[in-house]
């Protein structure tokens, strides 16, 4: 039964890698300041030519030294670090032939990577540390679902490094396997297949399930209409649109009926390619809107999901600006907004709530949290708010729950 889907982890080897570059880096910085100082010192009291022919040989050397050192920090740094993402990559190749800005841009790339180190080891330290807690070894699996148009690649995890985060904490990681575009109801009936699978294979009795986006709308269903309350112990939703997205509806209202035909089209024919038997575009972006989800909540909320023992709760977050998040989103979020309020770039406040417990994340900093943000997505460490720490303080709440 495959469960492990794979994502670029991190090991004190590669972040002490990623130190060294920065070391390098810095010296080299260092280094050709006092060089240039030196010459610059050298020909004012000699002259240039009179300077170069006495040191020629020191020059050369000195640029040998140097530039071993730079390409040895930057591709130290470039092969390890996470955080600088390919945009400041792009950025570091490119105005690394120009001059001032190049030292700007080191700089900046050397902060990032620094930052990223200092992050990761701390993290590394904390997990050594409570090894012996397993906060996150719950009494029942936990099953991870995705959202909407997206898979679970066995290469590219769709929840970033959250599961190995929670695996290194005691938990047991499943995942939902279900295509990425369907109605709920569709989706539903894969999750059935699929948590009946997980359950008569592995002998666990029963799973607590995290489920992002649509991913929360599926589960649901699963949970309510195809016999599955003895086989949960526990449903978290995560920026799920249980009200529906306005927006949506006023797209798919307005657009005209052959471009829908021709985006869907391209989709299917996309994911098709990649494991899904039968996408339908049309279908998973109907029951994304707000007159739908209000049926589906009426078909699912009936359920007496406390009363047949099924812990629920729900997680919500906000955008504080179209720049707290990436694209496609930062260009979502004022449409988003207009319709549905604050919103993550997708989903609208007013949607997020569902179950007993709700918790609605604000970033404290300038950043925002994004819909993406809660999957860790993009991999990025969002300053004031550690997407993997809250992840292993949201399973280890299960433990504490007995689930």
Not at 32 to 40: D, F, G, Q, R, Y
Not at 86 to 95: D, S, T, W
Not at 107 to 123: G, P, T, V, Y
Request: net charge positive; proline share 3%; aromatic share 10%.
């Amino acid at each position: 039964m495959e469960n492990k889907r794979k994502d670029k982890p991190y090991t004190g080897a590669r972040l002490n890698a990623l130190s060294i570059g920065c070391a390098l880096l810095i010296l080299f910085l260092v280094s050709v300041t006092i060089c240039a100082a030196w010459l610059i010192l050298r020909m004012n009291q000699s002259g240039f030519l009179v300077t170069l022919k006495a040191e020629w040989p020191k020059l050369i050397l000195i640029t040998l030294i140097e530039t071993v050192i730079f390409w040895t920090g930057i591709i130290m740094v470039y092969t390890t670090s996470v955080q600088l993402g390919i945009k400041l990559r792009i950025i570091g190749i490119i105005c690394g032939w120009m001059p001032v800005i190049h030292i700007i841009v080191l700089l900046m790339i050397i902060d990032k990577a620094a930052k990223e180190a200092s992050f990761e080891k701390r993290k590394l330290r904390v997990n050594k540390k409570r090894a012996g807690e397993q906060l996150c070894k719950t009494k029942y699996p936990i099953l991870m679902v995705h959202g909407v148009f997206f898979r679970d690649f066995k290469y590219f995890n769709y929840w970033g490094r959250v599961p190995a985060e929670l695996e290194k904490n005691g938990a047991t990681v499943y995942y939902g396997n279900h295509q990425s575009a369907a109605s709920v109801a569709n989706s539903a009936e894969e999750l059935a297949e699929r948590i009946r699978q997980i359950v008569e294979e592995s002998g666990c009795g029963k799973l607590n399930i995290i489920a992002h986006s649509k991913g929360g709308l599926d589960i649901k269903t699963a949970v309510s209409q195809l016999g599955l309350s003895d086989l949960v112990a526990s449903i978290t939703t995560v920026n799920t649109p249980h009200l529906g997205c306005e927006f949506a509806e006023y797209l798919l209202s307005k657009a005209p009926e052959g471009l829908k035909e021709k985006v869907a089209a391209a989709y299917n024919s996309a994911l098709r390619k990649v494991g899904d038997p039968n996408p339908d575009f049309i279908a998973a972006v109907t029951d994304l809107t707000a007159s739908r989800c209000r049926e589906i909540w009426d078909e699912t909320d009936s359920f007496d999901f406390k009363g047949s023992g099924i812990y629920t709760r729900s997680i919500g977050s906000c955008m504080k600006k179209a720049g707290s998040g990436a694209f496609p989103l930062n260009m979502s979020y004022h449409l988003v907004g207009w319709f549905d309020g604050a919103n993550d770039g997708l989903v609208g406040e007013k949607s997020f709530r569902w179950g007993e417990d709700y918790t609605f994340l604000k970033n404290k900093k300038k950043r925002g949290i994004s819909h993406g943000d809660m999957i860790d997505l993009n991999r990025e460490n969002i300053p004031g708010f550690d997407i993997r720490e809250f992840y292993v303080q949201l399973v280890a709440d299960l433990k504490n729950r007995g689930l």
